[in-house]
C-alpha cells in the first residue's frame, strides 16, 4: 500500500524548492532507483519499527548522506525542509490507509498522528515544530499545497524519475502504472506545477483502478501486506549484521 503511494509522495517532496533543487543535484536516484527506494523505505520502517539502536543507527547513516546537500539555496539539515518531509510522508501514508480500509477512528487517527512526528523528530525537527493538532497540520498542509512552487530544472528531474531512470527491465515495465498511480494521487494544483497532463477521462480511469486495487488488498493476509515491511527490515539487520561498526 505505501509503495503505490511513494512516487506521489517524492514528488511532493520535490515541489518544495529546497528539497526539489537538493535531489536534482546530490541524489543518485536516476542511477540507481532501487538502492535509493530502499533507503527510503528503511528509513521509515528502522525509525517505526526498529529497535532503539536501529533508529540512532539508521539516523546517523542519514545524516551522513545529507552532510554534502547544501547549497546557498538549500541545506539538507534545514528543519523545514525535513517536516515537510515527514508531512509528506504522514499524510500520504495516512491517505492511502484510508483509501482502502476507510477512515480511521479519531483516537486511532490521533495515535497514529502522533507517532508520524518521528519521521521529523528523528532527524532536525524539533517536538514543538510538529503542528500540535491535526487542525493546525492540516492548515499547514493547505498552505504549503498553495505555494509550493516547482521550475524547469525539477520537472526536467521529475520527468527522468517518471521513466524509470535506470532501473532493471521489470521496473521500467512497470512504469507506466506507477507513473499513472503517482499522477493520479496528487493534488491538482501539483499536478500543474509539474505540467502532468491529467483528464476527467483519466480520473474516471484512476478511480476504477483504485476501487479494484482496494477490494482485492483487504482481502490479501496481513503478513503478505507486510512484505515489505519484513523485508527491509531484515536487509537492514543483515547490513549491519555485516558492518557491525555502524550501529
Request: charged share 25%; aromatic share 10%; glycine share 6%.
Given at each position: 500500500m505505501?509503495?503505490?503511494?511513494a512516487?506521489?509522495t517524492?514528488l511532493?517532496?520535490l515541489?518544495?524548492?529546497?528539497?526539489?533543487?537538493?535531489?536534482a543535484?546530490?541524489?543518485?536516484t536516476?542511477?540507481r532507483?532501487l538502492?535509493r527506494?530502499?533507503?527510503t523505505?528503511?528509513?521509515?520502517?528502522?525509525?517505526?519499527l526498529?529497535t532503539?539502536?536501529e533508529?540512532k543507527?539508521?539516523v546517523?547513516?542519514v545524516?551522513?548522506?545529507h552532510?554534502p546537500?547544501?547549497a546557498?539555496?538549500?541545506?539538507a539539515?534545514d528543519?523545514e525542509?525535513?517536516?515537510?518531509?515527514?508531512?509528506?510522508?504522514?499524510?500520504n501514508?495516512?491517505?492511502m490507509y484510508?483509501?482502502f480500509?476507510?477512515?480511521?477512528?479519531d483516537a486511532?487517527?490521533?495515535?497514529i498522528?502522533?507517532?508520524s512526528?518521528?519521521y521529523?523528530t528523528a532527524?532536525?525537527v524539533?517536538d514543538?515544530?510538529?503542528?500540535?493538532t491535526?487542525?493546525e497540520?492540516?492548515?499547514?498542509?493547505d498552505?504549503?499545497?498553495?505555494?509550493?512552487?516547482?521550475?524547469?530544472?525539477?520537472?526536467?528531474?521529475?520527468?527522468?524519475?517518471l521513466?524509470?531512470?535506470?532501473s532493471?527491465?521489470?521496473?521500467r515495465i512497470a512504469?507506466?502504472?506507477?507513473?499513472?498511480?503517482t499522477?493520479?494521487?496528487?493534488?491538482?494544483?501539483?499536478r500543474?506545477e509539474?505540467?502532468?497532463?491529467?483528464?476527467?477521462r483519466?480520473?474516471?480511469r484512476f478511480d476504477?483502478l483504485?476501487?479494484?486495487f482496494g477490494?482485492?488488498y483487504?482481502?490479501?493476509p496481513r503478513p503478505?501486506?507486510?512484505l515489505?515491511?519484513?523485508y527491509?527490515?531484515?536487509d537492514?539487520?543483515?547490513?549491519?549484521?555485516?558492518?557491525?561498526?555502524?550501529i
Amino acid at each position: 500500500m505505501l509503495l503505490l503511494g511513494a512516487g506521489a509522495t517524492v514528488l511532493l517532496q520535490l515541489a518544495e524548492p529546497g528539497v526539489g533543487y537538493g535531489v536534482a543535484d546530490h541524489s543518485t536516484t536516476l542511477q540507481r532507483p532501487l538502492d535509493r527506494l530502499r533507503t527510503t523505505m528503511t528509513y521509515v520502517y528502522a525509525v517505526t519499527l526498529g529497535t532503539e539502536e536501529e533508529k540512532k543507527a539508521i539516523v546517523r547513516l542519514v545524516n551522513k548522506a545529507h552532510v554534502p546537500v547544501r547549497a546557498e539555496s538549500y541545506n539538507a539539515f534545514d528543519p523545514e525542509l525535513q517536516l515537510w518531509v515527514a508531512a509528506t510522508l504522514y499524510r500520504n501514508g495516512l491517505d492511502m490507509y484510508e483509501r482502502f480500509f476507510g477512515k480511521l477512528p479519531d483516537a486511532e487517527a490521533e495515535r497514529i498522528y502522533r507517532q508520524s512526528a518521528v519521521y521529523g523528530t528523528a532527524l532536525q525537527v524539533k517536538d514543538d515544530m510538529w503542528p500540535a493538532t491535526r487542525a493546525e497540520f492540516d492548515a499547514y498542509w493547505d498552505e504549503k499545497i498553495a505555494t509550493l512552487r516547482v521550475d524547469d530544472k525539477v520537472r526536467a528531474y521529475t520527468r527522468g524519475l517518471l521513466s524509470g531512470g535506470d532501473s532493471p527491465l521489470p521496473v521500467r515495465i512497470a512504469m507506466p502504472l506507477q507513473r499513472f498511480l503517482t499522477i493520479g494521487l496528487l493534488p491538482q494544483r501539483i499536478r500543474d506545477e509539474f505540467a502532468l497532463p491529467w483528464s476527467p477521462r483519466d480520473q474516471r480511469r484512476f478511480d476504477r483502478l483504485m476501487a479494484t486495487f482496494g477490494a482485492v488488498y483487504v482481502k490479501v493476509p496481513r503478513p503478505v501486506r507486510q512484505l515489505s515491511a519484513t523485508y527491509y527490515l531484515r536487509d537492514m539487520r543483515r547490513r549491519f549484521a555485516a558492518h557491525k561498526h555502524v550501529i
